[in-house]
């Protein structure tokens, strides 16, 4: 099973990034997806979540800014972040659940003020 996130990367505040996850190994479609984060020196939040069926939801401080989505025919789930500011600066990791759970090796995202 392999998570790989892109998409990373500097940008300056007010900008917008995409992000992606390519699941490989997984029957994606029957998986909950997830964008966690981690600030260096904070634990690792949860930012997104989109589950195999139903609604998504968000943590409160990228309500409005970010997007998650999934494309089951590609086997992706994307997490489109505008209006970015330095606080979202984190290594963002891709997470997949049903039964078992699988982690990326995380993106970086870094916003300048």
């Known amino acids: 099973v392999q998570l790989v996130e892109s998409g990373g990367g500097l940008v300056q505040t007010g900008e917008s990034l995409r992000l992606s996850c390519v699941a490989s190994g997984i029957v994606f479609s029957d998986y909950n997806m997830k964008w966690y984060r981690q600030a260096p020196g904070k634990q690792r939040e949860l930012v997104a979540s989109?589950?195999?069926?139903?609604?998504?939801h968000y943590t409160d401080s990228v309500k409005g800014r970010f997007t998650i989505s999934r494309d089951n025919a590609k086997n992706t789930v994307y997490l489109r972040m505008n209006s970015l500011k330095p606080e979202d600066t984190a290594v963002y990791y891709c997470y997949a659940n049903q039964v078992f759970e699988y982690w990326g090796q995380g993106t970086q995202v870094t916003v300048s003020a």
């Open positions: 989109i589950p195999s069926r139903g609604i998504a």
